[in-house]
């Protein structure tokens, strides 16, 4: 008799809570830094790799403030001379009209010497240089950021596997690409145990973990494929740990979409994530270039689009986003002060001790004793 498939409870960030800890700490003496390489950042947050998102001036002003912004090299800022023009036709787009417009719009093929340029200026703003690239350019582009600047490499995808099938090409071998690249190699995404292994053995320096939280993406609806962010990263953090149990080696993870608040990123660490990347957050502020937009990396994908244009306002700027003040009481703003701060409550020096906090399963974590709250009596 063939085994019955049998199904487990996996959780998102909604459904679990964080235990505080014995001992208390002064929330400025939490250590939230990032190491990537040898690169280490102030804060562990990257900016999503999405052309609403980031730009160069972007990327500069993010690092500045201690973060890390990724560039989409696939992306408008590569494709056009003037991005600006392409970004405001996006953002002024009906809804009806505006994938159509995004798909024409990506068209236009990628130009090796704006790739250059666009590093270059990141470079000149005096800080750390990260992009990223589908794994079907990264053999011709990836060079060519280098030799201009780059200093982190994100290849990215909606699944990414160490072990990729074909019979039409050769497709792009990890293993290869960290030997041949001098800078470390960030690839994504993935959300299981297995996986996570795979990616780490061809010796990467770090992993994106999640596949269709994120606002803008739909591959969740259209290919009914994903697995909640907390169950994700604490199946890939098991991984990690193994694999550094094994090796000696520690490889950065990074759980990547669906978090909007500063919980959110709290109980991505908690879970085992070593950072976060975020988009929708970063899309609100003034220093954006999609003018409150932004939509997936599969949204100009011509036979099957798996994202869409997401509108989330210009409200709030970089630095208040960060790190206040702040006059908003959900969390969405003093992101890494709300960090500290349970990092503190939980009685974590740092992130690697934040991976000790106990996550309890609470789906009524948001609505227990908030009866006044949700019925908007505030």
Not at 68 to 77: E, I, M, R, Y
Not at 108 to 113: A, C, F, I, S
Not at 288 to 311: E, F, K, V, Y
Request: hydrophobic letters at 40%; proline letters at 4%; one cysteine or more.
């Amino acid at each position: 008799m063939r085994k019955r498939k049998e199904l487990r409870h996996t959780y998102g960030f909604d459904e679990v809570a964080l235990v505080p800890g014995d001992v208390t700490i002064n929330p400025d003496q939490a250590d939230v830094s990032l190491t990537i390489g040898e690169h280490k950042l102030d804060i562990p947050i990257l900016a999503s790799a999405m052309d609403g998102v980031v730009d160069p001036k972007f990327a500069v002003a993010l690092g500045k403030l201690g973060g890390l912004a990724v560039l989409n090299l696939d992306g408008v800022q590569t494709r056009y001379e003037n991005p600006d023009e392409v970004l405001q036709a996006i953002s002024e787009a009906s809804a009806e009209a505006v994938t159509s417009i995004i798909q024409r719009a990506y068209k236009e093929p990628v130009k090796d010497k704006l790739v250059g340029q666009r590093i270059e200026a990141i470079k000149d703003g005096g800080v750390v240089c990260a992009a990223s690239l589908t794994p079907a350019h990264t053999k011709k582009i990836a060079p060519i950021a280098v030799e201009a600047g780059l200093d982190v490499l994100v290849v990215a995808s909606t699944v990414t596997t160490a072990r990729h099938i074909s019979k039409s090409y050769r497709g792009l071998i990890f293993s290869e690409l960290c030997e041949q690249i001098s800078v470390p190699v960030i690839v994504g995404n993935c959300v299981s145990y297995s996986a996570a292994m795979e990616l780490m053995k061809t010796g990467v320096a770090g992993f994106l973990v999640g596949v269709g939280p994120g606002a803008a993406c739909t591959t969740r609806e259209v290919l009914g494929v994903g697995v909640p962010q907390v169950s994700a990263t604490m199946d890939c953090a098991a991984a990690r740990d193994d694999y550094l149990d094994e090796t000696g080696r520690y490889v950065t993870l990074i759980t990547d979409g669906g978090l909007r608040t500063g919980g959110d990123i709290c109980k991505s660490i908690a879970s085992g994530a070593d950072g976060v990347m975020m988009g929708s957050p970063f899309a609100r502020t003034t220093e954006a270039p999609g003018r409150g937009c932004h939509w997936g990396m599969a949204t100009p994908d011509m036979n099957l689009p798996r994202g869409t244009r997401i509108r989330v306002g210009v409200n709030v700027g970089l630095e208040p986003l960060l790190y206040g003040p702040t006059s908003m009481t959900d969390g969405t703003e003093n992101l890494v002060g709300a960090l500290k701060t349970c990092m503190g409550v939980c009685g974590a020096h740092n992130t690697k001790e934040m991976h000790n906090t106990e996550v309890v399963v609470a789906t009524s974590i948001k609505t227990e004793g908030k009866l006044w709250q949700l019925a908007g009596l505030h």
